[in-house]
């Protein structure tokens, strides 16, 4: 079985976390050691030459008079040389090495200055050597000290910092794993929601209720979980908004295939009428045909009802509004005009203050005629209507009222809505194909304004108020 190591970009943050934890602490040791061990050698390096300039400057008064150093140290060495006409001529002793061809040329050095020197001497081991004229221009000691009692200390030295160090080495990255482990549980925590997000199926669900919970982990960690789940509350209601999205699309697909099919089955009943008629009936022919030109009018109208919807809804690429100045006051006066010449059965009152607006004239009308229609058709003969347009704190109030039934509680809330009616059963006895009331909310939203619905039994308020402006 053949072994692979993985790259290092593989392995887990952790893991390359507590690895570069030990790559710096091993840096850190071995510049702490080194610092610790040059120390020590340079102090010890220093002591054992005192120690020299001390047995040195002690043997002056002996050599001066006799001629030789007794009193040495056990393992030490020492020649004396004695300068005649500028020349070296070693002094017989006790303590002097084998071979002295490293005292020769360091005594020959010394006739200039003290020298220090450390030296293998030949079947001795490592030394240190000083020279100097203990007697001015008289005599010269070389003076040599092992060196063994320092090399042991150093030794010592390097391996209880190689132990200790490997220890702490090891102790922190085993301790710092488990702790960056711990600390980054959040984290995985995390991976676990995403992991569990990807599980379930958002195609046709707009529920995604999944958050991460917990705390601990730091600042960082917190601000983390925190993006983390203001990020999933976003795509819970992008997805939510979606869902309602397609869900109104489907209702109003399916809706707008029923409102046109019945024009168009009506025109397709009509017009077999009419060729029937034409055959044998002349006389039906212009009364079926005027049913067919009213059913295509409706349709006609139920098409461009549709068409200005889906502008409102594009109004980013294609701007359905042509605004310019305009007095509120006789947009009004033209919608009362023609509301009292196609609804005689309804009485109109008018209060209509001059407001000075931008917004689109032909739009505002539209408005004003959608809801006086809907209060016309939806309530009885006789009912009171009244279209009242004041200013009020930068805004164009307008109000259309009638004293009719009012509208049930349960339908108020979705009285906008694209082809709703408050009568489930569909009939058109009295007209519309329920896109009213979603055209007034559109055009009003794309003038930048709000309407409102307030209704009870004898009372209906629908209040607009649109910017002066936009």
């Not at 102790?171 to 995390?190: E, F, K, Y």
């Not at 809801?371 to 309530?379: F, I, Q, S």
């Amino acid at each position: 079985m053949k072994f692979s190591l993985k790259p290092v970009r593989d392995w887990r943050l952790g893991t390359r976390l507590a690895l570069g934890l030990g790559a710096l602490a091993l840096t850190v040791f071995a510049i702490v050691g080194w610092v610790m061990v040059t120390s020590m050698k340079d102090f010890l390096d220093r002591r054992l030459d005192d120690q020299m300039v001390i047995s040195q400057t002690s043997a002056v008064k002996e050599i001066d008079n006799h001629g030789k150093v007794s009193k040495l140290p056990p393992d030490w060495f020492a020649v004396v040389y004695k300068i005649e006409n500028g020349e070296l001529r070693a002094q017989p002793g006790d303590q002097q090495p084998a071979d002295r061809e490293e005292f020769d040329a360091l005594a020959k050095r010394a006739l200039n200055a003290d020298e220090f020197q450390t030296e293998y001497l030949r079947g001795e081991g490592k030394f240190r050597l000083r020279a100097c004229q203990v007697v001015k221009n008289e005599w010269i000691l070389v003076s040599a000290a092992p060196t063994n009692d320092r090399d042991g200390t150093i030794s010592q030295l390097v391996t209880v910092g190689v132990i200790a160090f490997m220890a702490a080495l090891i102790a922190l990255v085993v301790g710092g794993q488990a702790l960056i482990r711990r600390g980054m549980q959040p984290l995985s925590d995390m991976a676990d929601t995403a992991h569990d997000i990807s599980s379930h199926d958002l195609t046709d669900s707009g529920d995604l209720a999944v958050r991460v919970d917990g705390r601990g982990g730091g600042v960082e960690v917190e601000e983390l979980r925190e993006a983390f789940n203001k990020m999933l509350a976003h795509i819970d209601s992008s997805l939510a908004a979606r869902t309602a999205a397609e869900q109104r699309l489907r209702r109003f697909i399916a809706d707008a295939s029923h409102e046109l099919r019945t024009p168009l089955t009506s025109l397709r009943g009509y017009a077999d009428l009419f060729k029937y008629a034409a055959a044998n009936e002349p006389g039906e022919r212009e009364k079926h045909l005027e049913k067919l030109r009213s059913e295509a009018s409706r349709m006609s109208v139920l098409l461009d009802d549709l068409l200005l919807l889906a502008r409102l809804d594009s109004a980013a690429t294609e701007p359905p509004l042509r605004p310019e100045e305009l007095d509120l006051s006789v947009v009004a006066e033209a919608a009362a005009d023609a509301f009292r010449a196609g609804r005689p059965s309804h009485v109109l009152e008018l209060d209509a203050d001059t407001v000075r607006m931008t917004a689109d004239p032909t739009r505002l009308r539209q408005v004003l005629d959608n809801l006086l229609t809907n209060a016309a058709v939806h309530t009885p003969a006789g009912t009171s209507v009244r279209l009242k347009v004041t200013a009020e704190n930068g805004w164009a109030v307008i109000r259309v009222s009638d004293t009719g039934p009012g509208i049930p509680a349960a339908d108020q809330a979705r009285i906008f809505d694209r082809f709703y009616r408050v009568d489930d059963s569909r009939t058109r006895q009295r007209g519309g194909s329920g896109l009213g009331l979603a055209v007034v909310q559109s055009l009003v939203e794309a003038h930048g304004g709000t309407i409102e619905l307030a209704s009870r039994p004898g009372s209906t308020v629908f209040t607009i108020r649109l910017p002066r402006r936009i």
